[in-house]
Structure formats: C-alpha cells, structure tokens
T-cell receptor, first 114, second 113 residues
Framework: AQTVTQSQPEMSVQEAETVTLSCTYD???????LFWYKQPPSRQMILVIR??????QNATENRFSVNFQKAAKSFSLKISDSQLGDAAMYFC???????????FGAGTRLTVKP | SAVISQKPSRDICQRGTSLTIQCQVD?????MFWYRQQPGQSLTLIAT?????????ESGFVIDKFPISRPNLTFSTLTVSNMSPEDSSIYLC??????????FGPGTRLTVL
C-alpha cells in the first residue's frame, strides 16, 4: 500500500524568509499525482500545488514551488517570502492515476513569526 | 475550482443519535468523496459517492454506519448513524475534476457527547 510520510510535525519560519517542508512517499506505481494542501484554522482544505509524476519539471505556483525527486520518492514544498497568512497545517498527498484513494501524510504545522 | 458547501458547519449530538451532512457543489462533478479527519489527525477516505448507485466504502467503513446518498451530480449526503464519542471528527466532502485536481468542502465539525 502507498504511504506518505511527513517527518516534520512542526516547522517555524520568519516572515519574508523561505521554508521547505519535507514529504516522502512509498509506491510501486509509475503513474501518479502528488499534492500539497494547506489547512488553516478555518479547517478549509486548500490545494496549494500539484505535480504529475510523468512531468520532470517541478511545479510552481507563485511563492510555492516543489522539488520533485521521483527516484528518491521525495516531494518537498518550498515557500518563499513567507507571509503570516501562510501559517497553517500542510498536508502532502499521493494518488495513483488508477485509484480513487488519496493518501495523506500526517501533516506539518507551519508557524510564521512576524 | 469548485465551490463546495456543507451543512451543518458544526453540530453537537448525543450518543445513539444520527446526523446527516449535506454537500452541495456549484457544478456537476463525476467524482465525489467523503473523508474523516479525527482530532489532530490527517484525512482518511470513508467512501466514494457514486451517482445513481451504492457508495464504494473503504476498509473499516460500512454502509450501516455511514450511509451515503448521491441523487445527482451536484449533491451528496453522509449520515453518521448511532453515534458514539469516537465519531467526533471533521467530516469533509471532496470533489475531483477530470484533470485530477481535487477540492474539499469547508468540513462539518461533529462532537458527540
């Protein structure tokens, strides 16, 4: 079964600085999707960024970018120029192309210090 | 992205009772799901809500406990039956577009006393 591991329960970053959240996953599949979701205290799950496994180019969305290392099964999220509004729980998620189930990591709580 | 609404946003219920959660999407979607997020935990898929047929449940979840309806492509309900304090969680509706992006509703926070 696929598993998603986020080894950092909590992270902290100074406002305007850069932070990287780690995620590794285990799969024998070759075709899959990876996601980062943000869940602020309002509990609304917000899609931050998505990566297709067949794409070699790392996805970017404004201040958010990923470092996708397929061979290492690593999918880290980099947040540049951190803002107070970035404070939230961040979940890494995996989904096989042929499967309904999206597997989530345990989450990383990000604190942004002013 | 989809606009997904859930009702109620939160509720406090007595053990042994049932609660039905509604999920409404502003456009037609093929794939709808229900997730549970226990306190301080990550998300776990309960079931896939299939339009016009019975839901597909994940291991550990059964229809008698979590009956699901999906009468059309924009609406679904999840019922939490015969509740116990262990059912206290956030329940989230989710939809997936054809291109694979998946979005979540605001969640329903359930507390069972």
């Amino acid at each position: 079964a696929q598993t998603v591991t986020q080894s950092q329960p909590e992270m902290s970053v100074q406002e305007a600085e850069t932070v990287t959240l780690s995620c590794t996953y285990d799969t024998s599949e070759s075709d899959y999707y990876l996601f980062w979701y943000k869940q602020p205290p309002s509990r609304q799950m917000i899609l931050v960024i998505r990566q297709e496994a067949y794409k070699q180019q790392n996805a970017t969305e404004n201040r958010f970018s990923v470092n996708f290392q397929k061979a290492a099964k690593s999918f880290s999220l980099k947040i540049s120029d951190s803002q107070l509004g970035d404070a939230a729980m961040y979940f890494c998620a995996y989904r096989s192309a042929g499967n309904n189930d999206m597997r989530f990591g345990a989450g990383t709580r990000l604190t942004v210090k002013p | 992205s989809a606009v997904i609404s859930q009702k109620p946003s939160r509720d406090i219920c007595q053990r042994g009772t049932s609660l039905t959660i509604q999920c409404q999407v502003d456009s037609q979607v093929t794939m709808m799901f229900w997730y549970r997020q226990q306190p301080g935990q990550s998300l776990t898929l309960i079931a896939t809500a299939n339009q016009g047929s019975e839901a597909t449940y994940e291991s550990g979840f059964v229809i008698d406990k979590f009956p699901i309806s999906r009468p059309n492509l924009t609406f679904s309900t999840l019922t939490v039956s015969n509740m116990s304090p262990e059912d206290s969680s956030i329940y989230l509706c989710s939809v997936r577009w054809v291109l694979g992006e998946q979005f979540f509703g605001p969640g329903t926070r359930l507390t069972v006393l």
